[in-house]
């Protein structure tokens, strides 16, 4: 009953919506981005990116994706509801708690062996990020997947907007990148708080005992999406990781603060192929699948195109304006980080289409190819050229990936009708 008025909102609203809290949580970013990037300087904005680095790269990896097939499985109308959320949430916290014990005794541990006793406190606060992250996630998608595109969209600002007082609060007391780090831990303790009241006042906060009946085929869908998912986090971290281990903080401060100008502009086609996700698989005919897609598909890349431009040409007074004089370096790694843009943000939309095709092995496959081709080339390029060399293999691998789910694609982007 919940779902019903929410489906009958229009696509334009739900797109709205969903640029709407886009461009809300990236004004917030962009905000908290300026403020540590000029309290920390470049060495420490890479040392705060080092930290979150490592439990935000275990907590995907350890979902096995369940809050994506919850998704599925409740915007299809396939199964029980509460039964599927209440299995997927007592696996996710175990799952959790397991990766949030290995992060704290290995993962961690190896990353900042070298890095002073701030950074190491800094990066032990932050496992609590592991569980915090999982968990906000997968009631975030619970409500993607009752289709409640509005409480979706202003859940996922709480996060940022509480960032960024904590942000403040940090800097306005001097408190340092321990500080920063508490800001950051604390905002996704929030978002997980507020997603999960939103979802008890819809009723869909489940907690009883999970049944092996109905966590089957929940896990089963999991691990089909999950191998292409892992894969699509390891690519969107490989290049953090590179640096991390070959360059030194201050490339990766530098190397961060071109990426959060470049991210905002990948959040446009993340967010709207979010939105449209369960309303494109609710769909009951393929035709009118493909017609979503492809209007999908036009108005995320005119809207990123535009937007890369203006950012291409304005790099450096942009970085000055925002961060200051001494990230003035990361403007070159603009510019070569937004040709990869465009191809980056389409992948986005064919990932929407593989999906509703139901083919998340044909995104592992292609999501592979990437990883593969990306760490090659960084490992060729990063210890000759550093922090551009990075910026050139991003660029390149956008290309390619995109190249081959558009030929994966091609069905469906072709198909006519509906």
């Not at 949430?89 to 701030?118: F, Q």
């Not at 940022?160 to 990148?177: E, F």
């Not at 869908?221 to 971290?237: A, E, P, Y």
Request: charged share 10%; net charge positive.
């Amino acid at each position: 009953p919940v779902c019903v008025p929410l489906f009958r909102q229009s696509r334009g609203a739900v797109i709205f919506g969903a640029l709407l809290g886009t461009a809300a949580t990236q004004a917030a970013n962009l905000a908290t981005a300026m403020i540590v990037a000029r309290a920390l300087l470049p060495e420490g904005r890479g040392d705060l990116q080092l930290v979150v680095l490592w439990p935000m790269l275990a907590a995907p990896i350890a979902s096995l994706s369940l809050n994506e097939a919850l998704l599925v499985l409740t915007a299809s109308g396939s199964g029980d509801q509460r039964r599927s959320f209440a299995a997927g949430l007592w696996i996710t916290l175990a799952l959790a708690l397991l990766a949030a014990v290995v992060a704290g005794l290995w993962l961690a541990p190896s990353a900042l062996a070298l890095r002073p006793d701030d950074v190491k406190e800094a990066g032990r606060l932050c496992l609590w990020l592991v569980p915090a992250t999982m968990l906000s996630t997968f009631f975030l998608d619970a409500l993607r997947g009752r289709l409640d595109h509005r409480g979706w969209a202003v859940l996922r600002t709480v996060q940022a907007l509480s960032y960024l007082a904590g942000t403040l609060v940090a800097w306005h007391q001097g408190s340092g990148l321990v500080g920063f780090a508490l800001a950051f831990v604390a905002s996704h303790g929030l978002a997980l708080a507020a997603s999960g009241l939103r979802l008890a006042a819809l009723g869909g906060l489940a907690v009883e005992a999970p049944d092996k009946e109905t966590a089957a085929p929940l896990v089963s869908l999991g691990l089909r999406l999950h191998t292409g998912f892992v894969i699509q986090v390891l690519g969107g971290r490989v290049d953090q990781i590179a640096i991390a281990i070959l360059l030194d903080p201050a490339s990766l401060g530098l190397y961060a603060a071109a990426m959060t100008l470049v991210l905002g502009l990948l959040q446009l086609a993340q967010s709207v192929s979010q939105a449209m996700f369960p309303r494109v698989l609710a769909l009951p005919e393929r035709p009118a699948k493909a017609r979503q897609v492809r209007r999908t598909l036009a108005l995320v890349l005119g809207g990123v195109a535009i937007a890369a431009i203006l950012m291409f040409a304005l790099a450096e007074i942009v970085i000055r304006l925002l961060f200051g004089a001494a990230f003035a370096p990361a403007a070159d790694l603009v510019r070569l980080l937004l040709i990869g843009i465009v191809p980056h943000a389409s992948r986005e939309v064919f990932m929407l289409a593989l999906k509703v095709e139901g083919r998340p092995l044909a995104i592992g496959r292609a999501e592979a190819m990437s990883l593969g081709f990306f760490a090659g080339l960084l490992a060729l390029l990063v210890p000759r050229y550093g922090a551009v060399g990075t910026a050139v293999a991003y660029a390149a691998t956008q290309w390619l990936v995109a190249g081959i789910m558009a030929w994966q694609c091609r069905g469906l982007l072709t198909l006519r009708g509906g």
